[in-house]
């Protein structure tokens, strides 16, 4: 596609289920991030990948986030037992060498934990 | 760590008014620097950016000097449009060419006819 794609765009639950959120990056992108945006806060970063590869998790908040990329493209966020206080916008972004650094975004996914 | 400050919002200016939206950070080393903006109903997109001391980076109007002595990166506009109107945010890259960025909390800009 000619952008970054996420699934779905909102997603409404309840407290203690498990959650996938999935990311398409744009064609022959190698680096894909994802983020987490509370209501009036700025984008916090969550994990990056490099190709199937986490390069970077720290900023995944607890064990009960985890994130995948297996085949170097799509990735899939996961919260189990989900709690009121993950509902944010998850944002999803790719990029690539040829890109200079600048990073594509989705328009993120809206979950909303009861 | 590294962090982003950015000025408190929201801003409302008139048409045609000068903006500048304020953002210092801290950071090791010598991070890029950069503005994303978010207008309604749309994913986040970069506007400009800096990768060393004294750049200037420009588009659509709006541009930002990287002062490594304020550790500033101030985003100034000489006439805002209606069009304008989006919530700007301020980040820095500190680590490799596909590191993270780190975000400011951003700030919401309304332009008036």
């Known amino acids: 596609g000619a952008g970054v794609s996420q699934t779905p765009s909102n997603k409404v639950t309840e407290k203690g289920k498990y959650v996938e959120l999935r990311c398409d990056p744009i064609s022959g992108h190698t680096a894909l991030y994802w983020y987490r945006q509370s209501l009036g806060q700025g984008p916090e970063f969550l994990i990056y990948?490099?190709?199937?590869?986490?390069?970077?998790d720290s900023g995944l908040p607890n064990d009960r986030f985890f994130a995948v990329r297996p085949e170097g493209s799509v990735s899939t966020l996961k919260i189990q037992r989900t709690e009121r206080g993950d509902s944010a916008v998850y944002l999803c972004?790719?990029?690539?060498?040829?890109?200079?650094?600048?990073?594509?975004f989705g328009e993120g996914s809206r979950l909303t934990v009861l | 760590g590294d962090s982003v400050t950015q000025m408190e919002g929201p801003v409302t200016l008139s048409e045609e008014a000068f903006l500048t939206i304020n953002c210092t950070y801290t950071?090791?080393?010598?991070?890029?620097l950069f503005w994303y903006v978010q207008y309604p109903g749309e994913g986040l997109q970069l506007l400009l950016k800096?990768?060393?001391?004294?750049d200037k980076g420009s588009n659509k109007g709006f541009e930002a000097t990287y002062r490594k002595e304020t550790t500033s990166f101030h985003l100034e506009k000489g006439s805002v449009q209606v069009s304008d109107s989006a919530v700007y945010f301020c980040?820095?890259?500190?680590?490799?060419?596909?590191?993270?960025?780190?975000f400011g909390k951003g700030i919401t800009l309304s332009v008036r006819p």
């Open positions: 950071a090791t080393g010598y991070p890029s």
């Open positions: 800096a990768t060393k001391a004294d």
């Open positions: 972004a790719s990029s690539n060498e040829l890109a200079n650094g600048e990073l594509f």
């Open positions: 980040a820095l890259r500190s680590g490799g060419a596909n590191s993270k960025l780190t």
């Open positions: 990948f490099q190709g199937t590869g986490a390069a970077d």
